[in-house]
Every structure is written in structure tokens, then in C-alpha cells.
């Protein structure tokens, strides 16, 4: 067992770390870039600066540390994580020493920190990680309570399955792009409340959903499942996860197989890959399950996590309104029991699958997680701080979701995910 000594609340770094920064030296999280004119590596990053981790590596920095040649030198994360929790635990460690205020060892060595760091606004966030299998949940009971209540019947909003099950559904997982990355509106089929045929066009009710994505390790083989209370073992990190959807095409293609072309078209997550180590210290106990869930997925103690999460709307040329203020820690299902259930049935997993927790509403109004539920179904238009008023999200219109833990000493954050709309694509 490798001891987790890289969130000592008191290290400092000698690398400067903003006021508020989401990035102190206890977050060391994980990610991919392109520095100028450079090669894609693997890194991480204190305060506003990347941090080159096959330059690292190469220049020795490391030894000691088991690790294949080339583990960081690659444009995906999925080896390094392949390598398992004892791995990212040395490698969070070793960083966090080598950058804390007290050690010389690359604090002299400017020669070396020229191959090393860079400004984060000279490099090019990329992919962290190569998506094979994507899972989206839908674990919030608020959110799920909201959509039943304006989809079917408010007195039976949560089906029979829903308090028993964490349901969720296989997405698509080449179309997840990371935050910067514009989206077009989707055209699709629609049946417009009242009409006897549905038509064809750009959606009409575009909305985010405001989710969190944890990212896999390296699972067990095809036919072996992987216990709640192991499932630790299994999880790398998160991100923030903005699983877009179009709410008329949803509405009418979801039945009876689920959802489809409204959520297939893109996804946007935040670029840095925070590790669960890094997120331990936010721990909080998840609301009572009632009634009792199955054996299987039986957990105890903390296990959700104190992540303020928060929405920003930008109009085109106009300034940003938060409209949505939410916690991860409202999760019904935990991840545990997410991972449990979706390995249950002998269902593999891999090295950076993604899997998203579902919308997370919180009790209040100001909390909901989409725009379905913040206009509710469009019938209340929200209005923004510069006046315009907002259903569902417009052609210009940009998203930035932000995520962060903090209790008073560190801050823990997660930078954001940011995505603008542009109209459909007119053929
Ligand atoms: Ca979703």
C-alpha cells in the first residue's frame, strides 16, 4: 500500500500558485498538451504553469519509479493509468516533493526547468485520454424526479427501477471533446406537441447537463466483476462533463430504447484529469438510500464527494450570468455503486472509459442542472444578467461549467469546461 503524501495541506510550492487557483500543489492533476513548436507529452499543472512529464521522466527525475520508457511520452493517458493506483500515487508524490518550496533539486536547475515548464496559456490543451467505452448515469434523484415529473406523471416522476438500479445507458464516446472545442447545433427529427407527423430541422430546445465523469483504470477481465468495496482500485480521476443534449429530438426518438441522435453529437469535458487521491480530503457521506439497496451494491461511509459546480451562460458579445449553482455531493448513486453495477454482469471495463454521472440537480431551483429544468420544459424563461432571457440555449451562446472543492485551507478545482454553440450546418 503506497501512502498518499502528496495532499499535506501545508506544502508550498516554489512554482507561484494564483490567489483562488484551482491548482495548488496539493491538486497535481493529469492531462495532455502541446507546448509551441513542441512534441504532444503527458503532464500536470501548478498554478499557471503546465508541467512536461516525459521531459521529466528523461531527465531522471523519476528514478526509482517503475515505469515503461515511454509511459509519458504519449499523446493519451490510457498507459499511464493502465498502470494501476500504486503508480499515480508514487508519480503524485514524487511531484509533489520535487516542487515543494524546500527542495532545490529542480528549483536550481534553470537549465532544466526551460525543458520542463511552460506557461499554460502557451500550450494547446488536447484529449486526455482515448475514449473506448463511454457510460452516461442518471443518478441524480432530483434531476431524475424533474424530468419525470414533466415527461410522465409528477405522482410516479422516479420509475419502479430507480431507487434499485443506477440506471444508465452506453453513449457515444469519439464524439466527447474537451473544453474550446466549438459544437453545431444537431438537426434531427422532431414531433411538435399536438402535431399527427414530425418534421425534420435544427433542434429547437437545445440544453447542457451539467455532470461530472470519473475515468477508469484498468479493469478486470471480460466476465469478472469489480466490488463496490473495491471499486477505489478502479477509478483514476474526474472531470467536469457537459453531456449536451437535444431535448425535442430526445423526446421523440428515446422510446423504447433510450436515448440517441439528441445526445450522440458531442460532449465537452474540462481538460485536466483530477485524481480521486487528490479529492479524498472532500469526502461527505451521500443521502440515505431507502429503500435498502442490494447486497451488490451496499455501500458505507463517505463516499460522494464536496464539489461546488456551477454554470455560466454567455450570450454572443455579451457578458457571462451564472444560472445554475450545484454539488456533486446531491448524488443519490455513488461511484462505487455506479462501477459495481456496471461490472456486475461480467461487463469489462478499460483504461480511460468515461463514465458520466448523469445531470446533477440540486433541491432548489437555482440548483437544476439543464435548462429543461431551469425554464421548466420552456414554460418559464430564465433571465440573464444582461437582460435576455433564455429557454434553451441559442446559436452564439457560450457554457462554461466549473467545478471545485475547497474547506477553507485548499482549494481543490477543476479548472472548466467551456463550449460554444454555433448554428447547424447548413446541406
Ligand atoms: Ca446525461
Redesign the pocket.
Given at each position: 500500500m503506497i501512502e498518499n503524501q502528496a495532499n499535506d495541506p501545508s506544502r508550498t510550492s516554489w512554482i507561484p500558485v494564483p490567489e483562488n487557483s484551482d491548482f495548488p500543489i496539493q491538486n497535481l492533476p493529469f492531462g495532455v498538451f502541446i507546448p509551441e513548436d513542441d512534441i504532444i507529452t503527458t503532464g500536470t499543472r501548478i498554478g499557471d504553469t503546465a508541467i512536461d512529464l516525459s521531459a521529466l521522466q528523461q531527465l531522471g527525475y523519476f528514478k526509482g519509479i517503475d515505469l515503461p520508457d515511454d509511459v509519458f511520452l504519449q499523446d493519451t493517458l490510457n498507459d499511464f493509468i493502465a498502470l494501476g493506483r500504486p503508480t499515480w500515487r508514487r508519480i503524485r508524490n514524487r511531484l509533489a516533493e520535487l516542487f515543494d518550496e524546500n527542495n532545490m533539486t529542480l528549483k536550481a536547475n534553470v537549465a532544466h526547468q526551460n525543458q520542463v515548464l511552460f506557461p499554460v496559456d502557451h500550450v494547446q490543451m488536447l484529449m486526455p485520454v482515448f475514449v473506448q467505452d463511454y457510460t452516461?448515469f442518471y443518478s441524480s434523484i432530483e434531476h431524475a424526479t424533474n424530468v419525470g415529473m414533466m415527461f410522465r406523471d409528477p405522482e410516479n416522476a422516479l420509475l419502479p427501477n430507480w431507487k434499485h438500479i443506477p440506471v444508465g445507458y452506453h453513449g457515444r464516446s469519439s464524439s466527447i471533446v474537451i473544453s474550446g472545442v466549438d459544437l453545431h447545433r444537431p438537426k434531427g427529427q422532431r414531433m411538435a406537441p399536438g402535431a399527427d407527423a414530425p418534421t425534420f430541422g435544427p433542434s429547437v430546445r437545445m440544453d447542457f447537463?451539467l455532470?461530472m465523469a470519473f475515468v477508469t483504470g484498468e479493469g478486470k477481465p471480460l466476465g469478472h466483476r469489480i466490488k463496490a468495496e473495491e471499486a477505489d482500485e478502479y477509478i483514476f480521476g474526474m472531470v467536469v462533463f457537459n453531456?449536451w443534449?437535444a431535448r425535442d429530438i430526445q423526446k421523440w426518438e428515446y422510446v423504447p430504447l433510450g436515448p440517441f441522435l439528441g445526445?450522440n453529437f458531442g460532449s465537452s469535458m474540462s481538460p485536466w484529469v483530477v485524481t480521486m487521491d487528490a479529492l479524498a480530503p472532500f469526502k461527505v457521506e451521500g443521502p440515505q438510500q431507502d429503500p435498502p439497496v442490494l447486497p451488490y451494491l451496499e455501500t458505507t461511509g463517505k463516499n460522494n464527494y464536496d464539489i461546488h459546480l456551477e454554470v455560466g451562460l454567455t450570450p454572443e458579445g455579451k457578458t457571462e450570468s451564472v444560472i445554475s449553482r450545484s454539488n456533486y455531493k446531491y448524488m443519490y448513486w455513488n461511484q462505487r455503486q455506479q462501477l459495481a453495477h456496471h461490472t456486475v454482469n461480467g461487463c469489462n471495463i478499460n483504461a480511460g472509459d468515461m463514465m458520466?454521472s448523469?445531470?446533477i440537480s440540486g433541491p432548489t431551483k437555482d440548483s437544476y442542472g439543464s435548462m429543461l429544468e431551469l425554464s421548466w420544459a420552456g414554460k418559464e424563461p430564465i433571465t440573464l444578467g444582461t437582460g435576455d432571457t433564455r429557454t434553451f440555449i441559442e446559436d452564439g451562446d457560450t457554457v462554461t461549467m466549473r467545478g471545485w472543492c475547497t474547506n477553507g485551507t485548499t482549494r481543490i478545482g477543476f479548472g472548466e469546461v467551456r463550449t460554444r454553440l454555433l448554428p447547424a450546418i447548413e446541406d
Open positions: 452516461d447537463e455532470e453531456d443534449s445526445k458520466a448523469g445531470t
